[in-house]
């Protein structure tokens, strides 16, 4: 993975998690901590909606929806495991 791409994983992850966090009331960590929430949800973003075979496009903005929505998901179950 080159330099630029790390930069542009981190920032897309960054503006997710924001985002996250933003629809996500209540299962936030602040923003740091929201951030990277973020870049851990883009990675499971991707594993997630291609096993299940969808796809959201191409270029920055899909790139965006598809980390904020597996920051969602990482959100629900942290909440859901703090909840036990």
Do not use: D, H
């Amino acid at each position: 993975m080159s330099m630029e791409s790390l930069l542009i994983t981190l920032v897309i992850g960054g503006i997710a998690g924001w985002l996250a966090g933003l629809i996500v009331k209540g299962f936030g960590f602040g923003i740091i901590g929201n951030i990277i929430i973020g870049i851990i949800g883009a990675f499971v973003g991707a594993w997630a909606l291609g096993m299940l075979g969808i796809s959201i496009g191409g270029g920055i903005v899909g790139a965006i929806i598809n980390a904020m929505i597996g920051a969602i998901i990482v959100l629900l179950v942290i909440g859901l495991i703090k909840r036990a």
